[in-house]
C-alpha cells in the first residue's frame, strides 16, 4: 500500500501544522455522551491505538511528538510505502478506473506515475478525485433537496470557513504584545457572541486559540485558500491583542482578561480547512439518517457529533453565534456506500470528503470519525483487492459486507448492534471459568460478541444496544491474579490470541493544548481500566506452560500469533497488574484456529 502525503508530517488538521484535536462520537461539552459500562461512545480500532500510543509516549503534549508517533506508526508497517512531501495532482483515467495517480515531489524533483487497483481519495479537498472527473458537491444545498429542516432555505455555494490557531504561554513577568499594522481591530461587540462565550471545556483560557477565529466560508476554500489564510492571520493576531490590549474601544490597559504575563508561542500558517467538496458516492448521507439512526446493511463506521453548523461568514457575523449544534440523540451507521464512487469503479473516499449533504457532513466531519471511516474504507479496499472486485460492487454483495464487518471487528472497530461472529473462533465452544467474576462481569461474558457498552443514554438506538457490561470483571475482593480460563474436551490447536482490554471509553482521550478540556481526561499514563500485566499459559502433560508473557501494557487490542501450533485441552489468561484498577477486566477473548 502507498500513502500519499503532500506535506512533511501526517495527521491533517491534528498534525503539527494545524494543532487541531482529535474529537468523536462521545462529543463534547454539553453533547458529551459518556458513562462508564453503560455509554462507551469512543471509537476503538486504529484511532484508539494512536490516541493511546499518544497518551502514553506525549505526556508533555507536544504537537511534534504527536507527528512523530503518527510517522513512527507509518515506519513500522511493513506493508505501508509511507511518500511524504508528494502530492497528488492528476490521474489518467481509462473506461472509469483511474490507471494511475499523478504525483509530484519537489524536494527531490521527482514526478511519479502510481498505479493501483484502488485508490481512496483522503485529501479533505478531493483532489484526486477531482483530477479523475468524479461528481462532487460544493456549498450548502436547500431544504426541499433532501427534506432538510436544518438546511439553508435557498441554496448557494457558501460553506464552513477555515480558522487558524495559536498557542500561548504564561511567563513569570509581564509579557507585552504589539500587533501588527495588518491586524484586526476587534471591539467587544463584536466578540459578545464569541470570546468565551461557550460553556464546557471552552472556559476561558490563553493557551490554545480560538476553534471560532473562522473566515472564508463565503469564498471558495480552496481557489482563494492564501487570500483566505492572509485574512485569518489579521483576525487570529486581532483577538490576540484584544485579549492581550483590551478590546479596540477601551482606553486604558486595565488587562481585562489578565493576559498580562501571557505570549504567544505558536501561531499556524496553514488554514485549518473544514469544508470544501463532497464527493457524491452511492449514497448521500442526510440529516434525517443521522438523526434518525438509520441502520444500513453495509455499514462500516459510526458517528455521534452534534449536526455542527457555523454561519459561512464566521467573525464577520457578530450577531449569530460560531456554531449551532443540533444534538444526535444515538449513535448513528454510516454506510460503505457513502465512500464509493458513483460514477469512477475504482475510487473511493475517506474522511470529511464523503458522499454527504452540507448537514449530514456537519457530524461526520470531525476527525475520530473520519478515522472509523478510513479504517471501514481500507478494510473494504483490501477485501476487493484480494478478491479481485471492483469496490463498486462491495456494497451489493452480502458476503462481502459481511466479511469486511467482520474484520473490522476484529480490528477492534465497532459497529453497532452488529457482533463479532468469527466462524473459528475456539472460545465460543470453550467451557469458560475464571478465579473470581463480579455479577455483572460474568466470565462467559468474553465471547458476548461485543466489546463495549452502548445501552446507556444517548448510546446506541435501543433497538439496537444490546445491554451488558461485555467485559469479565474479577471480584476485586479477591485482588490479583485472577485468572480467566477455557477447556474442551478435545484437544484444539490455537494459532492466533487476541484480547480486548478495557480502556474506558467512556472517557475523553486525545490530544489537545487546552488545559481545561485535557482536565476531562487521564493524560500522560495508561488508563487505570487496562490490564498492564499478563501471561497466557496452556496446559501441557498436565503442566502449565507459558505461552505468552506481557507486562506494561496500555494497548487496547492485543494480537498474539502463536508460532509454536500445540494441542491443548485448556488455556488461561492469568493478569497479574492493571494500570489502577484493582481487578482485572477483560472485554473478550478470540481464539482462532
Ligand atoms: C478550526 C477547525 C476546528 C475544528 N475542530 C475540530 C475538533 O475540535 N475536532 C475534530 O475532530 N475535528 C475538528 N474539525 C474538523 C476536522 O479537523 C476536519 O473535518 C478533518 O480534519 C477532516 O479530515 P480529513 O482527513 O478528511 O482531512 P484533513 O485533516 O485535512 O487531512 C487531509 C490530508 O490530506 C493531505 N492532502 C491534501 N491534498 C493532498 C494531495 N493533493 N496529495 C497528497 N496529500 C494531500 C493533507 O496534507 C492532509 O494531511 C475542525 C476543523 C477546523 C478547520
Redesign the pocket.
Known amino acids: 500500500m502507498i500513502l500519499?502525503?503532500?506535506?512533511s508530517v501526517?495527521?491533517?488538521?491534528?498534525?503539527s501544522e494545524?494543532r487541531?484535536?482529535?474529537?468523536?462520537a462521545n462529543g463534547?461539552g454539553s453533547f458529551d455522551r459518556g458513562a462508564e459500562l453503560e455509554t462507551e461512545a469512543r471509537e476503538g480500532g486504529i484511532i484508539e491505538e494512536i490516541r493511546l500510543e499518544n497518551c502514553v509516549r506525549n505526556p508533555q503534549r507536544s504537537a511534534a511528538i504527536f507527528d512523530l508517533i503518527l510517522y513512527d506508526l507509518c515506519r513500522n508497517e511493513p506493508n505501508l510505502t509511507l511518500m511524504l512531501n508528494?502530492?497528488?495532482?492528476g490521474a489518467v483515467v481509462e473506461d472509469n478506473r483511474i490507471r494511475h495517480a499523478i504525483?509530484e515531489r519537489q524536494s527531490t524533483e521527482d514526478r511519479f506515475q502510481i498505479a493501483a487497483e484502488i485508490f481512496i481519495d483522503?485529501?479533505?479537498?478531493g483532489?484526486?478525485g477531482v483530477e479523475a472527473g468524479a461528481a462532487f458537491l460544493e456549498g450548502r444545498e436547500d431544504r426541499e433537496a433532501y427534506a432538510e429542516s436544518l438546511a439553508v432555505e435557498v441554496a448557494d455555494s457558501q460553506r464552513?470557513g477555515?480558522?487558524i490557531?495559536l498557542q500561548a504561554r504564561k511567563h513569570p513577568n509581564p509579557m507585552p504584545y504589539r500587533a501588527p499594522t495588518w491586524a484586526r481591530k476587534f471591539s467587544k461587540q463584536d466578540l459578545k457572541l464569541r470570546l468565551y462565550s461557550v460553556p464546557g471545556e471552552e472556559e476561558p483560557t490563553h493557551e490554545y486559540g480560538y476553534?471560532w477565529a473562522?473566515w472564508g466560508g463565503t469564498l471558495d476554500t480552496i481557489k482563494d485558500n492564501e487570500t483566505i489564510r492572509d485574512e485569518l492571520l489579521a483576525i487570529a493576531l486581532g483577538i490576540w491583542d484584544h485579549v492581550k490590549n483590551g478590546p479596540a474601544e477601551s482606553k486604558s490597559n486595565d488587562d481585562p482578561f489578565e493576559a498580562a504575563n501571557w505570549a504567544l508561542d505558536w501561531i499556524g500558517f496553514l488554514?485549518?480547512?473544514?469544508?470544501s467538496r463532497r464527493f457524491i458516492g452511492q449514497h448521500l448521507l442526510t440529516q434525517s439518517d443521522i438523526l434518525s439512526s438509520r441502520q444500513f446493511a453495509d455499514a462500516i463506521a459510526y458517528g455521534g457529533?452534534s449536526l455542527d453548523l457555523h454561519p459561512p461568514e464566521g467573525v464577520d457575523a457578530p450577531e449569530k453565534a460560531p456554531c449551532t449544534q443540533t444534538r444526535v440523540p444515538y449513535l448513528y451507521d454510516i454506510p460503505l456506500r457513502c465512500c464509493i464512487a458513483q460514477d469512477t469503479e475504482n475510487l473511493m473516499f475517506?474522511?470529511?470528503?464523503i458522499s454527504a449533504t452540507h448537514v449530514g457532513f456537519s457530524s461526520t466531519?470531525?476527525?475520530?470519525?473520519?478515522a472509523a471511516i478510513?479504517q471501514g474504507v481500507g478494510t473494504a479496499a483490501a477485501f476487493a483487492q484480494e478478491h479481485n472486485l471492483s469496490p463498486n460492487v462491495l456494497a451489493h454483495s452480502q458476503t462481502a459486507i459481511h466479511t469486511i464487518q467482520q474484520t473490522l471487528h476484529q480490528d477492534d472497530a465497532f459497529l453497532i448492534g452488529q457482533t463479532n461472529r468469527a466462524p473459528k473462533d475456539l472460545a465460543k465452544s470453550a467451557t469458560i471459568t475464571a478465579s473470581s467474576e463480579l455479577p455483572e462481569g460474568l466470565a462467559n461474558n468474553v465471547i458476548s460478541g461485543q466489546t463495549r457498552s452502548v445501552h446507556g443514554p444517548s448510546g446506541a438506538p435501543p433497538s439496537r444496544a444490546n445491554a451488558g457490561s461485555h467485559r469479565w470483571m474479577s471480584d476485586p475482593e479477591k485482588g490479583l491474579p485472577a485468572w480467566l480460563q477455557f477447556e474442551w474436551d478435545q484437544p484444539v490447536c490455537i494459532t492466533e490470541i487476541q484480547l480486548v482490554f478495557d480502556t474506558g471509553l467512556h472517557r475523553h482521550l486525545t490530544l489537545s493544548h487546552h488545559d481545561g478540556y485535557t482536565s476531562k481526561m487521564i493524560w500522560g499514563r495508561p488508563q487505570p481500566e487496562t490490564v498492564s500485566d499478563y501471561e497466557i499459559k496452556v496446559k501441557r502433560k498436565g503442566e502449565w506452560v507459558t505461552e505468552v508473557l506481557v507486562t506494561g501494557n496500555y494497548q487496547r487490542l492485543r494480537k498474539h500469533l502463536i508460532e509454536s501450533s500445540f494441542q491443548t485441552n485448556s488455556l488461561r489468561i492469568e493478569v497479574t497488574g492493571t494500570n489502577g484498577l484493582s481487578h482485572a477486566r477483560i472485554m473478550e477473548v478470540r481464539l482462532l484456529s
Do not use: F, I, Y
Not at 483522503?122 to 479537498?125: I, K, L
Not at 466531519?365 to 473520519?370: I, L, P, S
Open positions: 500519499c502525503q503532500d506535506r501526517l495527521g491533517g488538521n491534528a498534525s494545524v487541531m484535536h482529535v474529537v468523536g463534547t508528494t502530492t497528488v495532482t504525483a483522503c485529501t479533505g479537498d483532489r484526486l464552513l477555515s480558522t490557531l476553534w473562522e488554514p485549518g480547512k473544514r469544508e457529533w475517506a474522511g470529511r470528503n466531519r470531525v476527525m475520530a470519525t473520519c478510513g
